[in-house]
């Protein structure tokens, strides 16, 4: 099975080899993360799945905590990344340990474990670890704009041009209620856009991910309040990252 060219994220690493340096990650061994250039629109590539480690751990953001400024300050990203995306991670190494789960990669656990009510807290944080990576992969300084030739080609077919195609996402996440995600995705050669609520996502629906945006509110409520709509426009505008949905796309 061919898997997400541009992420395989959150896959364990072993703990004694991972070392810190500031407030990111150090680079994921054997293969499994590179730490993007930023000037190529942040995009962390992997082909390799590791199979036993012993946690968890975030992997380092494609861009410094205030390249997004002004449409997403260097606050919102500490708190997003450094508190709530770290949190799942924590909270999922907690869950997991000496259980079948433990050093599995996130997406088995997330297949393994969707829809499961005696496994719903390790699908939520699995899942929102996954959604997080996802989601900082989505978004680029100096974003927006055209997207790559085939991708544009592709959104032409499914919604008639990449302007309707933004409108579409920008209207999913407005009526999105409470706390979810909006995708652009690949579903039976087509692209659509589909939102899903909490920690959901489509790979629980056999859909491939291509970009996402996170409308929960720590996604945006210190930069824009209750004014989601001027967060999403912000984003469409001026950080969504169409080369990492390309690339996704194959």
């Not at 799945?49 to 002004?70: F, G």
């Not at 080609?153 to 195609?165: N, T, Y």
């Not at 469409?236 to 996704?248: C, H």
């Amino acid at each position: 099975m061919k898997y997400l060219r541009s992420v395989i994220i959150g896959i364990a690493v072993f703990a004694m080899t991972t070392s810190l340096s500031g407030s990111a990650f150090a680079e994921m061994g054997h293969g499994a993360y590179k730490e993007s250039d930023p000037n190529k629109g942040g995009i962390m590539k992997s082909n390799d799945k590791i199979e036993s480690a012993a946690a968890y751990v975030l992997p380092t953001l494609p861009y410094a905590d205030n390249a997004l400024d002004p449409a997403i300050s260097a606050k919102t990203i500490s708190f997003h990344y450094g508190k709530h995306h770290k949190g799942y991670a924590d909270n999922l190494n907690k869950l997991v340990a000496g259980t079948e789960f433990a050093g599995m990669p996130l997406e088995k656990i997330i297949a393994a474990t969707a829809g499961k009510a005696d496994k719903a807290a390790i699908f939520n944080n699995a899942s929102q670890a996954w959604n997080h990576t996802f989601y900082w992969n989505s978004l680029t300084p100096k974003g927006g704009g055209e997207p790559p030739a085939a991708l544009k080609q592709k959104i032409e077919a499914s919604f008639g041009s990449v302007d309707a195609c933004k409108k579409e996402l920008a209207a999913a996440a407005t009526a999105q209620f409470g706390s979810g995600w909006v995708w652009l995705v690949l579903d039976g050669g087509k692209l659509k856009v589909v939102k899903t609520s909490n920690a959901d996502s489509p790979l629980t629906k056999g859909m491939k991910p291509l970009l996402t945006i996170d409308v929960w509110e720590h996604a945006y409520y210190l930069d824009y309040q209750n004014r989601r709509a001027d967060y999403v426009t912000a984003v469409l505008d001026k950080l969504i990252n169409w080369r990492f949905a390309a690339e996704n796309l194959g």
